[in-house]
C-alpha cells in the first residue's frame, strides 16, 4: 500500500510541467493587467469570477491533457488528420496573428516593468529577445522545462506584495464567495475580459503538445490529470493575490482605471519598496516566461500541423520554417514595442477579436475529437463529460463572442 | 512521352465518355498493392447520385484537362478492403521516410503518366511535404491547374520516392490486405527505429513492436525513452513482450520490467525462457539507487590459475558479447573477484603468459548494494569503462559499463 502511494507520488513528479507551465504562463501581462484593472476599479467584486474560471479552465485542459496522451499527437496534428489541410492552415494562421499580439504585450509588459527599475526600453527588450531565443534555440527539452518550473516559482512574488499591503482580507474572502453584478457595462465588459484572458487558445496546442514532447500516455494520465487540476487551481489563486493587491493599494483610496500593469506597480510604492518591487519583478518574470513559450508553442504546432519539419534539436537547415517562424515572431514581436507611438492598446484590441474567432473553432474541434472512438478508444467523453463539455464550451463562446462585439466596438471609436 | 500528375490536380478533373459527354469528376484514386505496389487501379468518379468505378485499364488518355474513357462499363463504387484509397488513408496521414529516416505528413502524391500495354496508367512516383505540396493543396480547386503549377515553380519540391514510403497501419489483418510490411524498419538502425518510434502515436508504435522481428524490437526498444518502453510492453501480448525482453541485456530488461505493474512483469517473466529469467529476477531485487541495479550480468570471467590463451579461449565461447566487451575478469574457485585484464593487453600477450601478469593497477569493484552516486563517483574518479560488482562475500555477480552510466546521467 505505502509502496503504492510512493510510486503514485513518483509519477505525479516525473509527468509535472506541461499542466502547471501552461497555467502559469496564463496569467501573463495581459491577464495581470486585467486582474490589476479588476482589483484596481472594482476591488474585491470580481473576485468570485475566480472558482469558476478554474473550473471552466479544468474542463477544457483536462480534454486536451486526455487527448495527448491517449493519442500520443498534438492538437494541430490531430485537427489535421481529421479535418484535413485547409482547415488546419485557417486555424494555424489564426494562431499565428493572436499569438503574435500576445507576444507583443509581453515584450510590453518586460518593457513596462523595467522602465519602473529605470532601464530604458531600448536596452532592456533587445537583451530580452536575445536571450529568449537563445535559450530555446541552445536548451533542451529539459533544461528548458526546468528553467520554466523556475520561473513558476517566482510568481510568489504576488503573494508576498498582497500581504505586504495589508488588504481586507474578510472583504477579500467575502468578494470570493459572494457573486455580484450589476448592470454597469464597464463591470460587466471586465468580467467577460477576465475569462477571455484566462482560457486562450494557445493554450490548448500548448498543453497537449508539451503532455505529447514528455512522452506521458494512459499509464500515467490519471497523475497527469492531478497535475492539470493543481496547474489551474494555483493559477486562480495566483490571480486572487493580483486582484487582492490592486484593491487593496488603489480601490480601497479610489477607485480608478489603469492603463497598464506596470501603473499598478507604481500604485504599490506608498506601500513599501517590497511591495512594489515585487509587483513589478512579477509582471518582468511573466512577460518573460511567456514571451518564451507563445513563439515557441506557435512555432510547433504550425510546422507539426503543415507537417514541415519542427524542432529545437534540428538544425537550423533541417527545420527552416519552424526556425523562421520562431524568430520572425520573436523580432517583430519585440521589434514594435520600440517604434515609438505604436498603437499597442489598439493591437491588444485586435488580439482580442481574433481569440475571439479562434477559440470558439478550436473549443468545437476539441469536444468533437475527444468524442470520436477511434481517436480516443475507451477514452471518449462519458454523456456526463460530453454535457459539461459542451456547457462550458457554449458559456466560453458566448463570453468570447461578447468581448469580440465590444473589442471591435472599441476599435471603431 | 512521361509527364507528372500531382493527386491535388487528379481531383475534381472531369471524366468524358468515348462520345466526350462528361460522366463526373475524380473524387479519389486507390491502390490495389496486393496487384501492383504503385499503379493506380481505380478511379472514383462522383457524379449524380453515387460514385462509379473506374478501373485503370478503362482509359485512353489523362492530361489536366481531363480523363478520357475507351470503355464505358462502369461500376457502382463499393468499398474493398484490399483497396488503399489516396484521398482517405494516405493524404495528411503520417508515414516513416525510411530513407531520411523521420516520420513525416503526407501532403500530396505525385504521379507519373506512362503508356503501358496501351492504357495510359499513373504510377506513383513521390510522395510530396513541404512548402510546394502545401501551396498546391491550398489552391486546389481555387485557381486552375496550370497557374497553381507556375505558382509553384519557384520553391524547392520536397518529395520522397514511394520505394522509400513505408505506411503505418495499427491492424493486422488490414496490414496483410494492403501488402503493408515493415520489413523496411527492421533494417534500420535501431536508434534511428528508436526515434521514429517516439514520433508515432500509441496504436502505431505498438504495432510496429508487435510485427518486427524480436531481436529488432529489443534493440530498438532499449533506446526509447524509459517511461514509453513501459507503455510499450504492456501493450504487447505478453508472449511477445516476453520474446523481446529475452533478447535485451539483463540490466535493461530488468530496467524496464521494474517501470511495470508488478502483474504485468510477473506476466511476462513467467513467459520467459528459464535462463534469462533467471538472470532478470536477481536484478530486479536491487532497489534504483543500488549499484546492482545498473549492473549486467553478462561477462566473461576466467579462473585466475589460467594462461591468455585460457582466457581467449573463454572469448571464443561468449562471441555474442564481444561488440560492447572492453575488459575480462580473473576469479577464484569460489568465485571470488580477483583481477580485471583490458582486452587489449591480452591481444598483444603471448598465449603462454599467467594470467595473473596482465592484471592492471589496483583493482577497483563495488559491492552491489552500494548507493548509485557512488557508482558514479568511482566511473569519474578513476576514468573507467567498466566496474566489476560483487555480492557481500566478494563473489563477482556483475559489471556496469559506461554506457550504462551515461544513460542514466542522461535521464537524471
Redesign the interface.
Known amino acids: 500500500m505505502l509502496k503504492r502511494i510512493r510510486r503514485q507520488i513518483a509519477i505525479f513528479f516525473?509527468v509535472i510541467g506541461p499542466g502547471f507551465i501552461t497555467a502559469m504562463v496564463d496569467n501573463d501581462a495581459g491577464g495581470i493587467f486585467t486582474y490589476s484593472q479588476a482589483g484596481a476599479k472594482y476591488g474585491y467584486l470580481s473576485l468570485w469570477t475566480l472558482a469558476p474560471i478554474a473550473l471552466l479552465l479544468v474542463i477544457t485542459q483536462e480534454m486536451n491533457a486526455r487527448m495527448g496522451a491517449?493519442?500520443?499527437?498534438g492538437l494541430s496534428?490531430l485537427i489535421?488528420?481529421e479535418y484535413?489541410?485547409?482547415v488546419t492552415?485557417l486555424v494555424m494562421t489564426l494562431l499565428v496573428l493572436t499569438n503574435f499580439t500576445n507576444v507583443m504585450a509581453n515584450f510590453a509588459g518586460v518593457a513596462g516593468s523595467l522602465e519602473l527599475f529605470s532601464v530604458p526600453r531600448w536596452v532592456s527588450v533587445p537583451i530580452a529577445a536575445t536571450l529568449v531565443w537563445i535559450l530555446v534555440v541552445k536548451g533542451t527539452y529539459h533544461s528548458v522545462e526546468k528553467i520554466f518550473l523556475g520561473a513558476c516559482v517566482f510568481y510568489v512574488s504576488y503573494v508576498i506584495s498582497a500581504f505586504l499591503i495589508r488588504p481586507d482580507w474578510e472583504q477579500a474572502l467575502a468578494g470570493s464567495v459572494q457573486p455580484v453584478l450589476m448592470l454597469d457595462p464597464d463591470y460587466i465588459t471586465l468580467l467577460i475580459g477576465m475569462v477571455g484572458t484566462s482560457i486562450a487558445p494557445w493554450m490548448q496546442f500548448y498543453l497537449q503538445a508539451s503532455v505529447v514532447e514528455k512522452?506521458?500516455?494512459?499509464?500515467?494520465y490519471a497523475e497527469s490529470r492531478i497535475e492539470v487540476i493543481v496547474g489551474c487551481v494555483t493559477m486562480v489563486v495566483i490571480a486572487f493575490f493580483i486582484i487582492v493587491a490592486c484593491a487593496g493599494a488603489i480601490w480601497a483610496h479610489g477607485p480608478r482605471d489603469i492603463e497598464d500593469a506596470a501603473q499598478a506597480a507604481q500604485a504599490l510604492r506608498p506601500f513599501g519598496q517590497y511591495a512594489f518591487a515585487l509587483f513589478a519583478a512579477g509582471l518582468f518574470n511573466a512577460s518573460m516566461f511567456a514571451a518564451s513559450i507563445l513563439p515557441l508553442s506557435t512555432a510547433y504546432s504550425v510546422c507539426e500541423g503543415?507537417?514541415?519539419?519542427a524542432g529545437v534539436n534540428k538544425s537550423f537547415r533541417e527545420a527552416p520554417?519552424f526556425y523562421w517562424l520562431y524568430t520572425l515572431l520573436i523580432v517583430l514581436g519585440a521589434g514594435v514595442i520600440l517604434i515609438p507611438g505604436f498603437p499597442l492598446v489598439r493591437m491588444i484590441l485586435l488580439s482580442q477579436v481574433l481569440n475571439g474567432v479562434l477559440l470558439p473553432l478550436v473549443l468545437i474541434f476539441m469536444v468533437l475529437l475527444v468524442n470520436k472512438k477511434d481517436l480516443m478508444g475507451r477514452w471518449v467523453n462519458t454523456r456526463f463529460q460530453n454535457t459539461i463539455a459542451w456547457l462550458a464550451v457554449v458559456i466560453l463562446i458566448g463570453l468570447t463572442l461578447a468581448l469580440l462585439g465590444i473589442s471591435l466596438r472599441d476599435m471603431m471609436r | 512521352m512521361e509527364e507528372l500528375l500531382y493527386f491535388t490536380e487528379l481531383l475534381g478533373l472531369k471524366v468524358y465518355d468515348l462520345r466526350g459527354r462528361r460522366i463526373g469528376r475524380v473524387a479519389d484514386a486507390a491502390l490495389v498493392p496486393l496487384i501492383d505496389p504503385s499503379r493506380v487501379d481505380r478511379y472514383l468518379v462522383g457524379g449524380g447520385w453515387a460514385w462509379l468505378t473506374i478501373r485503370y485499364d478503362q482509359i485512353r488518355a489523362i492530361t489536366l484537362d481531363g480523363i478520357h474513357l475507351q470503355d464505358e462499363r462502369l461500376t457502382p463504387y463499393h468499398d474493398d478492403e484490399y483497396m488503399l484509397r489516396i484521398g482517405r488513408d494516405l493524404l495528411d496521414q503520417q508515414i516513416v521516410d525510411v530513407d531520411g529516416r523521420k516520420v513525416v505528413r503526407v501532403n500530396d502524391v505525385t504521379f507519373l503518366i506512362r503508356q503501358e500495354a496501351g492504357v495510359t496508367v499513373l504510377r506513383i512516383l513521390e510522395v510530396d511535404v513541404g512548402l510546394r505540396s502545401v501551396l498546391r493543396r491550398l489552391f486546389q480547386g481555387v485557381l486552375p491547374r496550370r497557374w497553381i503549377r507556375r505558382l509553384q515553380s519557384p520553391i524547392a519540391p520536397n518529395s520522397i520516392r514511394w520505394e522509400h514510403c513505408n505506411i503505418i497501419e495499427p491492424d493486422p489483418l488490414r496490414r496483410l490486405r494492403l501488402n503493408i510490411s515493415y520489413s523496411m524498419l527492421e533494417k534500420l538502425h535501431p536508434a534511428d527505429l528508436a526515434d521514429i518510434v517516439e514520433e508515432l502515436g500509441p496504436e502505431e508504435r505498438e504495432s510496429i513492436f508487435a510485427a518486427i522481428d524480436s531481436e529488432v524490437a529489443a534493440e530498438a526498444l532499449s533506446e526509447v525513452d524509459p517511461r514509453m518502453q513501459a507503455s510499450i510492453l504492456e501493450a504487447l501480448e505478453a508472449e511477445k513482450a516476453a520474446e523481446i525482453v529475452e533478447e535485451m541485456a539483463p540490466d535493461e530488461a530488468a530496467d524496464v520490467l521494474a517501470e511495470l505493474e508488478e502483474e504485468t512483469s510477473e506476466e511476462i517473466l513467467e513467459e520467459m525462457d528459464a535462463e534469462p529469467k533467471a538472470e532478470v529476477r536477481e536484478l530486479l531485487e536491487f532497489s534504483e539507487d543500488q549499484a546492482g541495479s545498473l549492473m549486467n550480468t553478462e561477462y566473461v570471467a576466467v579462473n585466475e590459475e589460467g594462461t591468455a590463451r585460457d582466457a581467449v579461449e573463454a572469448l571464443q565461447g561468449n562471441e555474442d558479447l564481444l561488440e560492447t566487451l572492453s575488459a575480462i575478469f580473473l576469479v577464484d574457485a569460489g568465485g571470488a573477484l580477483k583481477g580485471a585484464i583490458p582486452l587489449g593487453r591480452l591481444f598483444i600477450a603471448p598465449p603462454s603468459t599467467p594470467l595473473r601478469e596482465l592484471v592492471s593497477g589496483p583493482l577497483i569493484s563495488v559491492k552491489a548494494t552500494e548507493h548509485r552516486d557512488r557508482v558514479f563517483e568511482i566511473f569519474d574518479k578513476y576514468n573507467l569503462l567498466n566496474l566489476p560488482v560483487v555480492d557481500e562475500e566478494g563473489r563477482l555477480c556483475g559489471v556496469i559499463t559506461a554506457d550504462d552510466i551515461i544513460s542514466v546521467l542522461r535521464q537524471g
Open positions: 516525473t491517449v493519442t500520443g499527437k496534428d489535421r488528420e484535413g489541410l485547409r492552415f512522452g506521458i500516455t494512459e499509464r500515467e503543415l507537417g514541415f519539419e520554417i
